[in-house]
């Protein structure tokens, strides 16, 4: 099975703007988790996506959306780009649903606020 | 929600020998205790998992070992060669679903 993709890989964009990531999980899986890296918060909960309804939300102000496809391909978007949104932006994939399994990432987005 | 602590934010290990990385979490509800390596420019990746019916599970040159009652869980990497140098995660879920905390990351360095 393929792994985890996520585009595009690299991203460059001015304060105040938007954007948009995607990710498209290993096929058959319909749980889709957002994370955002950074060196001085680590790896940190956005979101999960589980048949096209957010399930959970971590701690990230209401610029930070997402939402599910039927195919359970995933987007996130992020208006209003400040600085610190720098980061590496991760999706992680898994399997079952109603239960906390396997997740797995993709190579993420790297996104850079100038 | 969850609270995951994780110890020692670096660790220098010669060739050959043991590393440990040990993890605390904070709700006594968490069930699934995963483990990640991330080498650098790369995705985290999935190395062994635990869930709570276990107390040690085995793979290869890596073990983790969970303590439910003191709420800790670790990673132990035996005979260490120089891939082994990354940054390891560990993570506990919070509430139900997919939601993961983690820790904030051990840097493992295996000096040859």
């Known amino acids: 099975k393929a792994g985890v993709t996520q585009t595009p890989r690299y991203l460059i964009k001015t304060r105040g703007q938007q954007v948009t990531l995607s990710c498209s999980p290993i096929?058959?899986?319909?749980?889709v988790s957002w994370y955002q890296q950074t060196p001085g918060q680590g790896l940190q909960f956005l979101f999960e996506y589980f048949s096209e309804t957010q399930r959970n939300k971590g701690n990230f102000p209401g610029r930070f959306s997402g939402r599910q496809f039927s195919n359970s391909r995933s987007e996130m978007n992020v208006s209003t780009l400040e600085l610190g949104d720098s980061a590496l932006y991760l999706c992680?994939?898994?399997?079952?649903?109603?239960?906390?399994?396997?997740?797995?990432f993709g190579p993420g987005t790297r996104l850079t606020v100038t | 929600g969850e609270n995951v602590e994780q110890h020692p934010s670096t660790l220098s290990v010669q060739e050959g020998d043991s590393a440990v990385i040990k993890c605390t979490y904070s709700d006594s509800a968490s069930n699934y205790f995963p483990w990640y390596k991330q080498e650098l420019g790369k995705r985290p990746q999935l190395i062994i998992d635990?869930?709570?019916?276990?107390g040690e599970k085995k793979d290869q040159r890596i073990a983790v070992t969970l303590n439910k009652t003191a709420k800790h869980f670790s990673l132990h990497i035996t005979e260490t060669q120089p891939e082994d140098s990354a940054v390891y995660f560990c993570a506990a879920p919070s509430a139900a679903g997919n939601k993961l905390t983690f820790g904030g990351g051990t840097r493992v360095l295996v000096k040859p």
């Open positions: 096929s058959g899986h319909r749980s």
């Open positions: 635990i869930r709570s019916n276990v």
């Open positions: 992680a994939s898994s399997s079952l649903a109603g239960t906390t399994y396997e997740q797995y």
